[in-house]
């Protein structure tokens, strides 16, 4: 039973619990009785062992097993009873100290959700960004879709910013040697000066030149040295692009260049006003947090935090462990803060999330990520071990819709 809760912090509490010891006996006893049911003793009929003898057999695993379950069991009543929700797996403060027809007592730390007093989340004045879709956009589109459309013709012309080269070349510095290379002179995938040293080439001519690499050029053996090459230019290709018109417009799936210009239009604006939706729910809670002071679970922040510097890491950042978690330490703060926010409103408001939501969600990302609803669900259950992840995800968007509907949405430049 739950003797005293001691508020430590705003989001730690110290729990004393008592658990009685014809409690323990009591589970101590269940547990020999499941033991009895499956243990085969020779000279006995199975189930019919006796008690004591698989006490005196077994007896310290019999009171591991009943301590795995009794201590659970009342630690979930005292949360109860101290009507707290815990943020992370609890502490123990002291060793137990457990002892036969005697009572166990429990001193824990346990981290809580802080309780966010006056919370003002209605109303909220925010500016809208208007929204339009100019012929420009639409023409950048149909660009990009004549790029992708296009073919390569093998050419005898010098190279020119677009074209495809096949070459060989040589790192004469680190004796490395690579044939048939593929690229794309001007293409953001290839250095810039590489390209520029490409440009007039034909094809069978060899080339020699040095490149000095950025301090942050992606591949960290280059980066920041100046290295030798020896290319030799196998062939050439020049893009054919088809011209815009009816017949590209049917080939991507539409009856007629007007048709697929309607469409691209009406998908840039949707762009546009998900994009402007996202800047404003995050204004509207900027705004709320501003508002309210609340402290953030160490527990969560760490969690945020590493999330957040592992995320900088893959990112190709080679600051310190210390460096990046000085940086990132006020952002994982506010994030902890913010999803605190969103989740206490969410339960106020009622919003829960259905089957129907996660099926929804699952066939959105599904068909935006090109894969089957399978294997979308397969990849959050390999990442969280479950769908709570998802469904966490889509609770906070419902927040956020909400938020947005009941803000005060002034006119804006």
């Given at each position: 039973m739950l003797k005293t809760v001691e508020d430590i912090s705003e989001t730690k509490k110290r729990l004393r619990i008592e658990i009685p010891p014809d409690a323990i006996e009591r589970e101590i006893k269940n547990a020999l009785n499941r033991l009895r049911a499956k243990t085969k003793i020779p000279g006995f009929r199975p189930g019919k062992a006796p008690i004591a003898l698989l006490e005196k057999r077994f007896g310290k695993e019999v009171e591991t097993e009943a301590m795995e379950r009794i201590i659970p069991e009342y630690y979930a009543n005292a949360l109860r009873e101290a009507n707290i929700t815990p943020v992370s797996n609890p502490v123990f403060e002291e060793g137990l100290d457990f002892k036969r027809n005697s009572p166990l007592n429990m001193t824990l730390l346990v981290e809580v959700r802080p309780k966010i007093e006056g919370l003002n989340y209605k109303g909220i004045k925010v500016k809208?960004?208007?929204?339009?879709?100019?012929?420009?956009?639409?023409?950048?589109?149909?660009?990009?879709?004549?790029?992708?459309?296009?073919?390569?013709e093998p050419s005898e012309e010098p190279v020119k910013t677009g074209d495809l080269v096949i070459i060989d070349y040589e790192i004469k510095e680190e004796g490395k040697k690579f044939t048939d290379q593929v690229f794309k002179v001007g293409s953001e995938r290839m250095l810039k000066e590489f390209s520029e040293k490409l440009m007039g080439m034909k094809k069978g001519e060899d080339k020699e030149f040095e490149i000095?690499?950025?301090?942050?050029?992606?591949?960290?053996?280059?980066?920041?040295?100046t290295l030798g090459f020896k290319v030799s230019l196998k062939d050439v290709k020049k893009v054919n692009l088809p011209p815009i018109d009816d017949e590209l417009a049917k080939d991507v799936g539409f009856e007629s260049l007007d048709a697929l210009k309607e469409h691209i239009r009406k998908e840039i604006l949707k762009s546009k006003e998900d994009a402007v939706s996202k800047i404003l729910k995050a204004e509207v809670v900027k705004k709320i947090l501003d508002a309210h002071e609340f402290e953030a679970p160490e527990s969560l922040v760490n969690e945020e935090l590493q999330?957040?510097?592992?995320?900088?890491?893959?990112?190709?950042?080679?600051?310190?462990?210390?460096?990046?978690?000085?940086?990132?330490?006020?952002?994982?703060?506010?994030?902890?803060?913010?999803?605190?926010?969103?989740?206490?409103?969410?339960?106020?408001?009622?919003?829960?999330?259905?089957?129907?939501?996660?099926?929804?969600k699952v066939k959105v990302l599904s068909e935006k990520l090109s894969l089957t609803p399978e294997n979308v669900?397969?990849?959050?259950?390999?990442?969280?071990?479950?769908?709570?992840?998802?469904?966490?995800?889509?609770?906070e968007e419902k927040v956020l819709d909400f938020l947005l509907e009941h803000a005060e949405v002034e006119k804006g430049d």
């Open positions: 809208d960004i208007p929204v339009s879709v100019e012929d420009s956009d639409v023409e950048g589109t149909l660009k990009r879709l004549q790029e992708e459309k296009a073919t390569y000095t690499f950025p301090e942050d050029f992606h591949v960290k053996e280059f980066a920041g040295k999330r957040l510097v592992d995320e900088a890491r893959a990112g190709g950042r080679t600051e310190t462990e210390d460096a990046l978690r000085q940086e990132f330490l006020p952002a994982a703060k506010r994030h902890v803060r913010a999803s605190i926010l969103l989740q206490t409103i969410g339960e106020k408001e009622g919003i829960k999330v259905t089957e129907d939501d996660v099926k929804e669900m397969k990849y959050y259950i390999t990442r969280d071990g479950s769908l709570d992840g998802l469904r966490h995800s889509i609770f």
